[in-house]
């Protein structure tokens, strides 16, 4: 298969092995002052909008849509409206600036981390168009925003530079599914269409054998427990309260774990078949899917659920 623009800069980039961001400057973006260790920001291979955001995403009806049935989409419901953004499109652009239900909302995908986040776009009021950075941090996507040029880090919903730095983007509540299944529950969805204006092989990913691979492309501290792959969910609180759920103990728990989370009730499903968490957690809970290995590096005091010995 030919190789994409952007892989052979990602395949460049591991070979040559970019050190830390050592001249405090990268894609032309100051990053001192941060509010993250400058050593752990590293280049990712493409420039500056190398990978380009989606500005004005083209939406149809669900019902009819020309992707496959078992397509993983991130879905989002939001204030009676429900929109799914299919994978395929997402690894190749990162970053989605949208809106829903007269929202305006920001749709991330990381590729390296396997997160699917969505957030609200306004801070402090005002609403922000979001880029790839072209940056990484602990392997997550660093994204910027085009009003104050601040870096973003996608998992700790944080600005870590810029004039923004220190600020939060609240999470919305969205999730991994299956097109038929999301389509089930949500018949009058939406979902963006492929007509984007970029000319991609969506339905070719190039990242082909990177979500099974041990093998990480830029270094980041690991919690060997688990395979680094490992697809999790994890909770975590503004109090910092946070806990993970890897998809092989929720299996060997049954497919199916109730408990108490910081004092609140949550449900945890995992359907190994088609490799989708289902979560039901009060709304001050934020969800976050990915592999082990993303969060745990952002939070190492993580709790883990278990399984028992006899489920």
Not at 72 to 100: C, F, K, M, Q, T
Request: glycine letters at 10%.
């Amino acid at each position: 298969m030919r190789l994409s623009r952007f892989a052979l800069a990602l395949a460049a980039t591991v070979l040559l092995g970019p050190g830390p961001a050592a001249a405090r400057s990268l894609n032309g973006f100051d990053l001192e002052p941060s509010g993250v260790d400058v050593e752990e920001i590293r280049h990712g291979g493409p420039p500056r909008d190398g990978i380009p955001a989606l500005d004005a995403p083209v939406h149809r009806p669900i019902v009819g849509a020309p992707w496959p049935e078992d397509e993983i989409v991130l879905g989002i419901a939001l204030d009676g409206e429900a929109r799914a953004y299919p994978v395929s499109i997402l690894e190749w652009h990162e970053l989605v600036n949208d809106e829903l239900a007269g929202r305006p909302i920001l749709v991330s995908f990381c590729p390296l981390c396997g997160t699917g986040i969505a957030f609200d776009r306004k801070v402090g009021g005002k609403t922000r168009r979001f880029g790839v950075s072209g940056l990484l941090y602990r392997s997550d996507l660093l994204m910027f925003d085009r009003e104050t040029s601040s870096l973003w880090s996608q998992i700790s919903a944080k600005a870590v530079t810029g004039p923004s730095q220190g600020q939060r983007l609240a999470i919305l509540r969205a999730g991994m599914h299956r097109l038929a299944d999301w389509r089930a529950k949500h018949p009058e969805s939406t979902v963006l269409d492929r007509v984007t204006g970029h000319s991609r092989r969506y339905g070719e990913t190039p990242y082909e054998g990177y979500a099974t691979s041990e093998e990480l492309y830029f270094p980041v501290p690991l919690d060997r427990r688990f395979h680094p792959k490992m697809p999790t969910v994890g909770l975590r609180l503004a109090s910092g309260a946070a806990r993970a759920f890897p998809a092989a103990e929720v299996v060997a728990g049954g497919g199916r774990v109730r408990e108490r989370f910081a004092g609140r009730d949550i449900q945890v499903e995992y359907d190994p078949e088609n490799q989708v968490f289902r979560v039901e957690a009060p709304d001050e809970i934020e969800v976050i899917e990915g592999f082990w290995f993303a969060w745990m590096a952002f939070h190492p005091d993580s709790s883990v659920y278990i399984a028992p010995a006899n489920p």
